[in-house]
């Protein structure tokens, strides 16, 4: 009898509990009669790195052998895994990278949701993988594929990934064992039972229902509800902009109307109807520009200064949210305590230029402008704490006149004038432009950064009178992925240099 | 005392006669140990045979009942130097570390009792971190054995076959006089298995009966001239009984072929891949019998020539499957088939790669290489071209699929190390002073190599950091700074580097990570834990030993105050005084302070007592998706999510549920002035009446203040409903 053991691959994180769940498939087999070997690569990967547990089983009970032992693979084979599981999705793809999700064997059994990997964290914008690529090669690969997100589940039954997984193993029928062996192994392993047998039957019941993977979507965004006093403004919205742009304006104004006021809302839209004009004019359909523009305008008109930060940090929504992010029961009292570090930078951007800028000159010349940021610990829940706060907050009529806001007004302006002098010529180098705004985002010396590359790719790419027109496209993007890509800077610095132009390095290394 | 419980394990470790062993490799092995009639064990841990030693560190009532002494020695050196036992009396004892790191640390022990020889059973169990797994340099123990003469077992990796040899090396030793050393791999420490048992044997000579006379023998002393005699010695004796032992015992085994044209020799290790690989070309089945005969070295050291010239006669080639290099296995083979005149053509590097672990996929590639080189009789070698490329094809199909590599996912630092925040601090340190160069040392803090951070320049071995510094430090316009653990500290950074450091007046900084274990390898207890590995409490700390020393400049900082570390390490790198300036950075392993405190917390919730929970948090709305925040961190718990913000699609950092509230994050916003998004929630679990009625006026009084009261009222009803 030549007969192939049942292979069983489990891939999951470190400190994840996949060993375990190693344990419990083996302990399974054995209850079941089987002849069952499990082995493992502990090490370093338990400490939250990528990890792989191995197990083999006979489909022929011990009994039936005569007295002869199979003999086990400790490492698994490409092309030869049974029962593929991973705790994760990009885990699970990288299974399938390494051979071992194959159509005629493997039944892949995965849970759908994300754990970032840390050069997906550390990116300065968004290097997320994208999760589908991993779904639309299951569904081709696997013989069976099973995905669906299982940290909801454990979560939705009081449990753990590992419980969810052993359910939905169970659940496949991939291996020889009937659910009540299963059962049994959680309950004499004699810990979190109750739990556990809660995790199992979710995973189980999953797993034969066999439900359909739908492909992986971002959550609900939250669109603000649309102020009254606006009202004249969404009119103009509803006149004069396509269905797809006017909910992301109609968001820019109700965004401002909180901001400041009924009259930065209008300023805003003014600015973006210039652009949709012009857009309009050039035959373009859809506005894809005036989209975007309407996108980063709003975002960045709201620029967040102390005001800002505070205002948002005082809104009952918040307090609101901060008590479901950390789980607390309705009973529990929370406190919350904000971290915040102002700094000269910050208390001169809410003040007038005339008084602003003489203290800033002081303070860049006697190189004092990071020596004076305050470690603040404000407790937001309490009353004076949330005054202190509360009435920052009601300071938004200094800004009006206020350092930053001229400034942004001014980088808005130069920014706006490109894209208008560039949109009648070449639209997709507008779009370009317009993406540049995604540079200026952050606080204190991140601000800064984003502020200099942005400026940096103004100075030597957009204004640039040498650049090839043709080119201008190609090299706003190069350059904008490349202050995207290190925060050093190395990488725009040689873009800018490639792109044809001698630039200085201007930033400082960065810390990180 | 370490990262887990051993208790079900040491209660199969009383199993007696006949009973069934279930469990892992490595603790097979400790109980064919008590089976064996050892009188004394000592390990230094490590992957992957931590668990030897901490199963053993926690049986210590069985040991005390059988009259075995236990020592978690303090290095692999300390381990390898208790084996001087066995030299002058028939005490069997038994040693385990990881090797080659731990063999390295430990060779000059080992060369001494090799060449003295014994006269009790001397075992070394090795744990041979090699491929998938590892986390040392890739070489091989078997040049060890070679230079020193001590023979070197592989078994192959089942239970009963690894307990037996564990048990034939005790024999194999005192028949020769000899130190024996059986190597595991890694998945074979870990094989989940069974045996069945024998009663465990109480050591001849123990603690309950003791030697009375001690044994004065100038031939074992390793001096001239019993140097040259045992020299002698082991080649005119030792080996050879060696090579009589392994034929009359079988310690080898052949396994007949139909194909006998043709052949594989195999490292014990290697031969479930090998039945395996055979098996998916229809040569063997899942049982063993073979259709190409197999000659299994379970001692790979020495060589039996006799055997391996029976194996090869009569066969046009043979593949040696022999894992890493160099091929001293391979070259043996020649070298045995050469002069015996016999011209078997022998293949090994070529058809399998010299360097890297030899897995099934690359035993599968080899082999098919093999046979179609060879093209032994009666083989149908169309189905094994067809069934490889099959098995290797979804492998293509996914890159092709995938479109590009998944992103790696390396280890890390975990939720809440105490580690984390120094590396925090010393990126903030090098933004103000410069990029100062960073000798990094063994243990979790060597994560500081690895993305985020990507700091430290050289890794020299445990507790070197510091004497890796010497060199290096007078050439570099700024300080050097040398990390060490605390269990590097006491490994060997108090000897060669810091008293080496004060001896030479080496002007240089170094940090020890005081986490107060050895967390890598399991969390075991240190010399300046409070209790040792059996529980017995301890007084010594390492800021004594350093002014024991002489040294004065000494900073003892909590490791999550980033702000104060970054200043200290500041200090310490720009100061004028000379000399050895030391920073212990102070933090428990939070692996093992949650393992200590979540039952404690668990305890005080179910009794109704008061406890405040603390954990932190991002304002998503306030984030505005930088993840400079992450770039100088790297918490697992401190992640990413989908911007909630309709107007934005750079994700937003999040901080999620794993979180245990140690407050690095917002430390480091602070330290390096990032942003305000942070806060710290204190959750009131089992909240007195006062504490309510505190946030109830808290909450009525704000609310009167807050402009979008209702609306969130509304929304949150909304969402209840």
């Given at each position: 009898m030549n007969e192939r053991p049942v292979t069983v691959l489990i891939a999951a994180l470190g400190g994840e509990g996949g060993g375990v769940l190693a344990d419990w498939v083996i302990a399974a087999g054995a209850a079941a009669g089987y002849p069952v070997q499990g082995t493992s690569i502990p090490g370093v990967a338990q400490r939250t790195g990528a990890t792989t547990y191995y197990v083999e089983m006979l489909r022929t009970r011990i009994a039936d052998l005569g007295g002869r032992t199979p003999i086990f693979a400790l490492t698994p084979g490409p092309g030869s895994i049974d029962v593929m599981v991973a705790s994760e999705l990009l885990e699970a793809g990288r299974a399938m990278q390494n051979g071992f999700v194959n159509p005629e064997r493997t039944t892949l059994i995965a849970s759908s949701h994300r754990v970032y990997s840390i050069l997906e964290r550390t990116s300065m914008a968004d290097s997320r993988y994208d999760g589908n690529r991993v779904l639309a090669t299951a569904a081709k690969l696997a013989k069976r594929a099973l995905f669906f997100d299982m940290e909801a589940a454990a979560k939705a039954s009081g449990s753990v990934v590992s419980a969810v997984l052993f359910g939905a193993i169970a659940g496949s029928g991939a291996l020889p064992i009937g659910r009540e062996i299963f059962e049994k192994v959680i309950c004499d392993s004699g810990f979190e039972i109750?739990?556990?047998?809660?995790?199992?039957?979710?995973?189980?019941?999953?797993?034969?229902?066999?439900?359909a993977v739908p492909a992986l979507a971002d959550p609900d965004k939250r669109w603000r509800s649309m102020p009254a006093r606006a009202g004249p403004l969404l009119d103009r919205v509803a006149k004069d902009f396509p269905a797809d742009v006017a909910p992301i304006a109609n968001e820019g104004i109700a965004r401002l109307c909180e901001y400041q006021d009924v009259a930065y809302a209008r300023l805003y839209l003014d600015r973006l109807d210039t652009v949709r004009a012009l857009e309009t004019e050039g035959g373009h359909k859809p506005l894809a520009l005036t989209r975007e523009v309407a996108r980063h305008l709003a975002v960045w008109m709201a620029f967040e200064d102390v005001i800002r930060v505070a205002d948002l940090k005082t809104r009952a929504a918040r307090f609101a949210r901060v008590r479901a992010e950390v789980n607390a029961k309705p009973d529990e009292p929370i406190r919350i305590v904000d971290y915040?570090?102002?700094?000269?930078?910050?208390?001169?951007?809410?003040?007038?230029?005339?008084?602003?800028?003489?203290?800033?000159?002081?303070?860049?010349?006697?190189?004092?402008?990071?020596?004076?940021?305050?470690?603040?610990?404000?407790?937001?829940?309490?009353?004076?704490?949330?005054?202190?706060?509360?009435?920052?907050?009601?300071l938004k009529g200094l800004r009006r006149r206020s350092l930053r806001l001229r400034d942004e007004m001014a980088m808005q302006e130069r920014w706006l004038d490109a894209i208008r002098a560039t949109v009648p010529r070449d639209h997709a180098a507008a779009l370009e432009i317009t993406?540049?705004?995604?540079?200026?985002?952050?606080?204190?010396?991140?601000y800064k950064r984003g502020r200099t590359n942005f400026l940096r790719i103004f100075d030597a790419v957009v204004a640039s009178s040498a650049l090839p027109p043709a080119r201008l496209a190609a090299a706003v993007k190069q350059a904008r992925a490349a202050a995207l890509a290190d925060p050093d800077g190395k990488t725009l610095a040689k873009a800018l240099a490639e792109i044809g132009n001698n630039v200085q390095p201007v930033h400082k290394r960065a810390a990180e | 005392m370490g990262e887990r419980s051993f208790k079900k394990e040491i209660a199969s470790l009383r199993l007696g006669e006949g009973d069934t062993f279930h469990g892992e490799g490595i603790l097979a092995v400790t109980k064919a140990l008590l089976q064996s009639g050892v009188s004394y064990v000592g390990g230094y841990q490590g992957a992957p045979v931590s668990h030897l030693v901490d199963v053993m560190a926690d049986a210590n009532e069985l040991l005390e009942e059988l009259g075995v002494h236990f020592e978690a020695s303090a290095s692999e050196a300390s381990a390898a130097a208790m084996l001087g036992a066995s030299i002058n009396y028939p005490l069997r004892g038994a040693v385990t570390w990881k090797s080659t790191v731990g063999t390295n640390v430990a060779s000059d022990a080992l060369a001494n009792v090799a060449s003295a020889g014994v006269k009790g059973g001397a075992v070394i169990i090795l744990g041979e971190d090699y491929g998938e797994g590892a986390s040392i340099m890739q070489e091989r123990t078997h040049a060890f054995a070679m230079k020193s003469q001590i023979w070197l077992l592989d078994p192959r990796p089942n239970l009963p076959m690894i307990v037996d040899m564990v048990e034939k090396s005790f024999e194999l030793s005192e028949a020769t006089n000899t130190p024996v050393m059986l190597e595991l791999r890694i998945r074979a420490c870990h094989v989940h298995g069974s045996f069945k048992t024998k009663a465990n044997r109480p050591p001849v000579f123990s603690r309950k009966h003791t030697i009375e006379n001690p044994d004065f023998d100038y031939g074992r002393i390793v001096l001239p001239p019993s140097t040259y005699s045992q020299e002698k010695h082991k080649i005119e004796v030792r080996l050879p009984r060696a090579i009589e032992f392994v034929k009359r015992a079988k310690l080898n085994e052949v396994f007949a072929g139909k194909y006998d044209d043709i052949g594989i020799i195999v490292q014990g290790g290697l031969y479930n891949?090998?039945?395996?690989?055979?098996?998916?070309?229809?040569?063997?089945?899942?049982?063993?019998?073979?259709?190409?005969?197999?000659?299994?070295?379970?001692?790979?050291?020495?060589?039996?020539?006799?055997?391996?010239?029976?194996?090869?006669?009569?066969?046009?080639?043979?593949?040696?499957?022999?894992e890493s290099q160099p091929e001293f296995i391979e070259h043996a083979v020649h070298v045995a088939l050469r002069r015996a005149d016999v011209q078997t053509k022998v293949l090994g590097k070529g058809p399998l790669p010299m360097a890297g672990e030899y897995t099934l996929e690359v035993i599968l590639t080899g082999i098919a290489r093999f046979l179609e080189g060879a093209v032994p009789r009666g083989v149908d070698l169309a189905f094994v071209g067809r069934t490889h490329q099959g098995l290797l094809a979804s492998k293509k199909k996914a890159a092709e699929l995938l479109g590009g590599p998944v992103p790696p996912r390396p280890p890390g630092f975990c939720v809440g190390c105490p580690e984390r925040p120094v590396f925090s601090a010393m990126k903030l340190a090098e933004r103000e002073v410069g990029q100062f160069h960073i000798a990094a040392d063994i243990g979790c803090h060597l994560f500081s190599t690895l993305p985020p951070f990507n700091m430290g320049n050289t890794v020299l071995g445990y507790g070197l950091s510091l004497a890796s510094s010497a060199g290096v430090a007078p050439s570099m316009s700024r300080r050097v700074i040398s990390v060490m653990g605390d269990g590097g500290f006491w490994h060997n950074g108090l000897s060669s580097g810091v008293t080496n450091a004060i001896y030479n007046k080496d002007d240089s900084v170094l940090v020890i990570m005081q986490n107060g274990y050895s967390s890598a390898t399991g969390a075991q207890h240190l010399p300046s834990s409070t209790t040792n590995a059996k529980g017995e409490s301890l007084s010594g700390t390492i800021e004594a030993a350093l002014r024991g020393l002489g040294v004065s400049w000494i900073r003892t900082l909590r490791t999550y105050g980033v702000a104060k570390m970054k200043d200290a390490l500041k200090d310490a790198l720009t100061t004028t005084e000379r000399g050895l300036k030391v920073i212990i950075a102070d933090g428990e392993c939070q692996l093992a302070r949650q393992r200590r405190i979540r039952p404690l917390i668990r305890k005080q919730i179910a009794a109704g007592d008061r406890v405040v929970r603390t954990r932190f948090g991002i304002d998503d709305d306030v984030c505005t998706g930088d993840h400079s925040c992450i770039r100088l961190s790297g918490c697992p718990s401190l992640t990413i999510k989908a911007n909630p913000d309709p107007l934005k699609t750079d994700p937003v950092a999040h901080v999620n549920n794993e979180c245990v509230g140690c407050g690095l994050c917002g430390e480091v916003a602070h330290a390096a002035v990032l942003c305000p998004s942070f806060f710290r929630a204190e959750i009131v679990q089992n909240a007195w009446l006062a504490d309510r009625l505190l946030d109830r006026l808290r909450a009525r009084v704000i609310g009167w203040f807050q402009v979008d009261r209702t609306t969130a009222a509304q929304s949150a009803d909304a969402t209840a409903v």
């Open positions: 109750k739990a556990n047998l809660a995790g199992f039957a979710t995973g189980y019941s999953q797993a034969v229902a066999a439900l915040l570090k102002p700094g000269i930078d910050e208390v001169t951007a809410i003040m007038p230029p005339a008084i602003a800028e003489p203290i800033l000159r002081w303070a860049e010349k006697r190189k004092l402008i990071d020596r004076f940021n305050v470690s603040l610990y404000i407790r937001t829940t309490s009353i004076t704490g949330f005054l202190l706060m509360w009435i920052l907050a009601r993406e540049c705004a995604r540079l200026i985002k952050g606080y204190g010396s991140t | 891949s090998v039945i395996r690989a055979l098996g998916d070309y229809g040569l063997a089945d899942g049982f063993g019998a073979t259709d190409v005969p197999i000659y299994v070295m379970n001692v790979t050291y020495p060589i039996i020539d006799d055997e391996i010239i029976r194996f090869c006669v009569g066969k046009r080639a043979v593949l040696v499957v022999e």
